[in-house]
């Protein structure tokens, strides 16, 4: 199999909350989102990061191939969005499955499914991140239409692939009760939804986007309350919904 090469931002070795088991998680370099609670914004440019290939990925996972195993762990590619370089991410897939290791695809869904399908098929999980469940807020959101990512959505339940869906809880932008609702009801129409988690808002990038010199406008936004994501938590796992995989 011919080697194909990408660019990626960085490696974590041991990763544990991106996917089951102990994870090489692998940050893919370039994002056409624009979130505004990103944490990593030094992702978004697709001319940087580091080239590599394939090969080199995979045989640098293989090194920990022993504790993934016992982990029930694998490879997640996460980025930046792993879907802006699909070749790429492909053909980690592929190698990584001849050498018997699983890999979950960390991703916003943003991507041309005539370009993407492959990958969203050879995953053996994906782990998708919607943002908000409502067209104008996500636009307000991440700088683009939520049509992509709401079309993978789809695709992703017919072919009925294994799904962790993520829900950042930004206070005043993706907490409302509008949002929280719609959300909901979208959760509840995917069988296939093996876990779902909502992540706090934190402010842990905002110095990135210092030096990187972007308008950060959350400066003066603080986490959401433990109380109130308890309440929430609680309410979408009385509908049915696999709040943290229960
Ligand atoms: S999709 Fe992820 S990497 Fe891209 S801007 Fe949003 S949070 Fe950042």
């Known amino acids: 199999m011919q080697a194909v ?12 909350v991106d996917g089951p088991g102990l994870r090489f998680v692998v940050f893919l370099q370039g994002c056409p989102l624009r979130c505004r609670y990103c944490h990593n914004p030094d992702t978004w440019n697709c001319d940087g990061g580091k080239i590599t290939s394939s090969e080199e990925i ?6 920990y191939k022993t504790w993934m195993e016992t982990s029930g762990g694998g490879i997640t590619l996460s980025g930046g969005e792993p879907l802006f370089q699909p070749e790429f991410a492909e053909n980690i897939i592929d190698r990584a499955h001849k050498k018997g290791i699983s890999v979950a695809l960390d991703t916003s869904g943003f991507g041309n499914l005539s370009k993407t399908s492959n990958c969203l098929d050879k995953a053996d999980l994906i782990i998708l991140d919607i943002k908000t469940a409502l067209p104008d807020e996500y636009k307000k959101l991440t700088g683009v239409s ?7 959505l789809e695709y992703l339940k017919k072919i009925k692939k294994p799904l962790w869906i993520r829900h950042v809880l ?3 932008l993706t907490d409302d009760i509008a949002q929280l609702t719609a959300l909901k009801n979208l959760l509840l129409d995917i069988p296939t939804l093996e876990k779902f988690e909502f992540l706090p808002f934190h402010k ?11 308008n950060y406008t959350l400066t003066n936004t603080k986490p959401p309350k433990p109380d109130f994501v308890s309440k929430i938590t609680k309410d979408f796992s ?9």
Request: hydrophobic share 30%.
């Open 58 to 63: 995979v045989n640098e996972a293989l090194k």
């Open 238 to 246: 009385l509908a049915g919904i696999p709040v943290n995989g229960s």
């Open 146 to 152: 939520s049509e992509k990512t709401l079309t993978t």
């Open 5 to 16: 090469t990408g660019r990626i931002h960085s490696i974590e070795t041991c990763g544990m």
């Open 170 to 172: 930004v206070p005043g």
């Open 204 to 214: 842990m990038g905002e110095q990135k986007w210092e030096q990187l010199e972007y």
